[in-house]
T-cell receptor, first 113, second 116 residues
Framework: SQQGEEDPQALSIQEGENATMNCSYK?????LQWYRQNSGRGLVHLIL?????REKHSGRLRVTLDTSKKSSSLLITASRAADTASYFC?????????????FGAGTRLAVHP | GAVVSQHPSWVICKSGTSVKIECRSL??????MFWYRQFPKQSLMLMAT?????????EQGVEKDKFLINHASLTLSTLTVTSAHPEDSSFYIC????????????FGPGTRLTVT
């Protein structure tokens, strides 16, 4: 499978704490994106980081990318109960000349009040 | 802007019947639409890519005769699950892009299919 791996698979924290999720992938990429999915809903795009970028911020989100290790991390600072959701990374991978979006396995985040 | 809708949001059908799911781009023209499948607590798996006016490109292992995709206009793609079986029960999500690139994809809210 060319799907990336994410860890942890599940994360449970208290409100106000930081949440860190990691994603690893297997092929060369143009960019990497993080998405959020509330239970039974569609995906919401959070942030995109290009292969020549190392870090990107958006509000309480901080994303890093290490192309040498083929990994990325998503940090949510000062978490809120409303951040409870599943988080997926997705790579715009170049595979045999055909580009497609490949999703990681996801991290289920639970933020307790 | 960039809103994608899906209809129905959930559907229950009996084994052996067919069910059609619609994916619409509401405020933009979608040159390419994608169909994903998601099992509970799992990730999204790309099923097929459809370009307006041409045949869909299916991912390895996806039966094209079972999952019929039609992209008849720049705002509508349909996925028809033919002769549905309980193992086809899943969450089906579509996405759309304007540029033909896979980078800027706008996702629909998903359709929950249950086959009894």
């Amino acid at each position: 499978s060319q799907q990336g791996e994410e860890d942890p698979q599940a994360l449970s924290i208290q409100e106000g704490e930081n949440a860190t999720m990691n994603c690893s992938y297997k092929t060369s990429i143009n960019n990497l994106q993080w998405y959020r999915q509330n239970s039974g809903r569609g995906l919401v795009h959070l942030i995109l980081i290009r292969s020549n970028e190392r870090e990107k911020h958006s509000g309480r989100l901080r994303v890093t990318l290490d192309t040498s290790k083929k990994s990325s991390s998503l940090l949510i600072t000062a978490s809120r109960a409303a951040d409870t959701a599943s988080y997926f990374c997705a790579t715009d991978a170049i595979t045999g000349g055909y580009n497609k979006l490949i999703f990681g396995a996801g991290t289920r985040l639970a933020v307790h009040p | 802007g960039a809103v994608v809708s899906q209809h129905p949001s959930w559907v229950i059908c009996k084994s052996g019947t067919s069910v059609k799911i619609e994916c619409r781009s509401l405020d933009f023209q979608a040159t390419t639409m994608f169909w994903y499948r998601q099992f509970p607590k799992q990730s999204l798996m790309l099923m097929a890519t459809s370009n307006e006016g041409s045949k869909a490109t299916y991912e390895q292992g996806v039966e094209k005769d079972k999952f019929l995709i039609n992209h008849a206009s720049l705002t509508l793609s349909t996925l028809t699950v033919t002769s549905a079986h309980p193992e086809d029960s899943s969450f089906y999500i579509c996405s759309a892009t304007t540029s033909g690139s896979r980078t800027e994809q706008y996702f629909g809210p998903g359709t929950r299919l249950t086959v009894t």
